[in-house]
Structures are given as C-alpha cells and as structure tokens.
C-alpha cells in the first residue's frame, strides 16, 4: 500500500511563489511515475505535472515555465515549485504515484491565489 502525504500549500498573493512537498511511504525511485494534479474550485481534477520514467516530464500548458516538478535527495520525497501564482492556479493539489499500473493518491492540499 503506497502512502502520500503533502504538505506546503497556503495562501499566496499573486506573483508569489510556494513549494509543495510529498512525502512517499517507499522509495520514489520505485514508482513507475510521480506527479501533480490539483483541482480548481469548481472544476474537475488535472494534470500539472508528472514524471513518468523513460519518458519526458509533461506540464499542464498553463504552468509550463513557471512550475517544477523533482524528485528529492531523499529518496521518497517529490516536490512541485510553482512560481509567479495565478488566481487561476487556485485549488486542492494532489501528489500521485502510479506503480505497476495502479495510480495512489495522497489527501490533497489546498493553495489558494488572492489577487
């Protein structure tokens, strides 16, 4: 059973910048991808980013150049910078691990973009 756990969300003004964490329960090196998506108040869940291996890293159009998804030096953490906030990148973000075709979800954590 594949465990996430975010943190990092908030409260941002536009413009500004946040750094979100996942905690994994194995190692990330393990899982056949890693990723983002979030889901905008009123909306449906997307993409943002995610790394899927032997593959390249594919970003939502929206937030290409101003977002970065990693992988930490420890070996069970991923993360996803987001700079220069929109209003538009408001909602709850969701670390996801796909491994051996079965995707996990981690509870999700709310970042909020004021104007």
């Known amino acids: 059973q594949v465990q996430l756990v975010e943190s990092g969300g908030g409260v941002v003004q536009a413009g500004g910048s946040l750094r979100l964490s996942c905690a994994a329960s194995?190692?990330?090196?393990?899982?056949?991808?890693v990723g983002w998506f979030r889901r905008p108040p009123g909306g449906q869940r997307e993409l943002v980013a995610i790394?899927?291996?032997?593959?390249?890293?594919k970003y939502l159009d929206s937030v290409k150049g101003r977002s970065t998804v990693s992988e930490g030096n420890n070996a069970n953490m991923v993360y996803l910078q987001m700079n220069s906030l929109e209003p538009g990148d408001t909602g709850v973000y969701y670390c996801?691990?796909?491994?051996?075709?079965?995707?996990?979800w981690g509870q999700g954590t709310q970042v909020t973009v004021s104007s």
């Open positions: 996801y691990a796909l491994l051996s075709a079965t995707g996990y």
């Open positions: 194995g190692s990330i090196s393990s899982f056949d991808g």
């Open positions: 790394i899927i291996r032997g593959e390249s890293t």
